[in-house]
């Protein structure tokens, strides 16, 4: 797989552009679906910058009902599946859990207005999540016959909720 490294003066860009919330999205067709971001950026921010990265490199891959990766994934094994390459440890399975995660110090809920990159966000009644990349838009498992790909929140369902990690 083709893997690319931002110049420095880019790097610290996105870096300053993660820390600040504000993102810049690099758009996925078919034609480079295959091609790897460089997250080690991300190592210097947060684990929700972090994951975020990851979760974007995922894309194209097929969504399978119950499947946690690292070929194939639902939503929550999506979510569950870069959280956990982080120093988060224990992202729960499934989208219900997850949401119970406000309940820990390190977790807690946020309003729409205040997503900020690597965010969780749920829809439908807390029946599905994605992770917010900026912009309105998530990066997502969304259901069979589709690849997790990048999104506008508009188009996923009704906004259930968010939880912001703080580290």
Known sequence: ????????????????????GLVIVPTM???????KLDC???????????????A??????????GAEGPNAFDCSGLVQYVYNKTRVNGMP????????LYKKDAWYRVDK??????????????GHVGIYIGGG???????????VRTESMS???SFAGALHYKY
């Open 137 to 147: 838009k998530i990066v997502h498992a969304p259901y069979p016959g589709r690849d």
């Open 29 to 35: 067709t078919s034609a480079n679906a295959a091609t």
């Open 113 to 126: 207005s205040e997503l900020k990159y690597g965010d969780l966000v749920f829809f439908s009644n807390f």
């Open 56 to 65: 974007l490199n995922e894309r194209g891959k097929p969504y399978v009902s």
């Open 155 to 157: 188009t996923v369902g």
């Open 93 to 100: 399975r499934t989208t219900y859990q997850q949401w119970d």
């Open 40 to 54: 080690s950026w991300a190592k210097t921010g947060s684990d929700r910058a972090q994951a975020a990265c990851f």
């Open 1 to 20: 797989m083709a893997r690319f490294r931002l110049p420095r003066p880019v790097a610290a860009l996105a870096i300053a552009v993660a820390a600040s």
